[in-house]
């Protein structure tokens, strides 16, 4: 589903990521973990076009990302994205929040969005919030909704950012949860975290990152319990 095949990338002299070649097959949770600064951020953001890269080919359901144009942004609607900050419109309701790219992008009547808005209102368990506004709803209910205006346009992909980094702990659990709910549906999902519990208990795959390398590509269970690398069994000797 997601291809990357010996991507480099620089930002200056900086190399952030180095021959990155990795796969997440349909239906796949894989979960990447790394110190701060390793390149997971830059790794997403690639993989949406978001950055472009020096080399290599990042392909998603078998078609290479193109660099630019109608077939960039096609690409890009099949790829869902969720970051750290939540980035909801402020003057928009809820509901419209959702509706808004489905309209814009995909040309879905202003009718079936609203019928598909609630459906997923619904599926984050804020409907009843729908007429609202970003501000008078928490972190985690905003975050919610993120998930939900990004499954609006139906992608075939999901890619979180550190989902949870920006909420008050009490609302870590409820984003978590409704991530838990799409792996079990069988979304596909790239998920840059540090809450170890969902990557033990969700992820198919974890992937450890530092310097701007894959550094281990394994089960969450041999991961944990054994790290093969020393930067791995640092990294976890920090968090755990
Ligand atoms: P992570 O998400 O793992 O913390 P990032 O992908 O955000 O790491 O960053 C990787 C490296 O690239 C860091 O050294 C960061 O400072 C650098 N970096 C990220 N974005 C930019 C940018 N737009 N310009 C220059 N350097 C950047
Ligand atoms: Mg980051």
Excluded at 118 to 141: C, F, H, T, W
Excluded at 186 to 194: A, K
């Amino acid at each position: 589903m997601i291809k990357a095949s010996a991507v480099n990338k620089y930002f200056g002299d900086l190399h952030v990521l180095r021959e990155i070649t990795l796969e997440v097959p349909r239906g796949q949770v894989v979960v990447v973990l790394g110190p701060s600064g390793s390149g997971k951020s830059t790794l997403c953001r690639a993989i949406n076009r978001l950055e472009p890269i020096n080399s290599g080919e990042i392909a998603v359901d078998g078609v290479p990302l193109p660099a630019e144009g109608k077939a960039l942004a096609a690409l890009r609607a099949d790829v869902g994205m969720v970051f750290q900050s939540f980035n909801l419109f402020a003057h928009k309701t809820i509901v419209e929040n959702v509706m808004l790219a489905p309209m814009k992008v995909r040309k879905t009547s202003q009718a079936e969005a609203r019928k598909t808005a609630m459906e997923l209102l619904e599926r984050v368990g804020i409907a009843n919030q729908a007429d609202k506004y970003p501000a008078q709803l928490s972190g985690g209910q905003q975050q919610r909704v993120a998930i939900a205006r990004a499954l609006a346009m139906r992608p075939k992909v999901m890619l979180f950012d550190e989902p949870t980094s920006a909420l008050d702990p009490e609302m870590v659990q409820e984003v978590l949860d409704v991530m838990t709910g799409l792996a079990k549906d069988g979304m596909t999902m790239l998920v840059v975290t540090h809450e170890m519990g969902f990557a033990r208990r969700a992820a198919d795959r974890v992937i450890f990152m530092a310097d701007g390398e894959i550094v281990e590509d394994t089960t969450p269970e041999s991961f944990f319990t054994a790290p093969k690398s020393e930067r791995a069994k640092d990294f976890l000797g920090k968090i755990l």
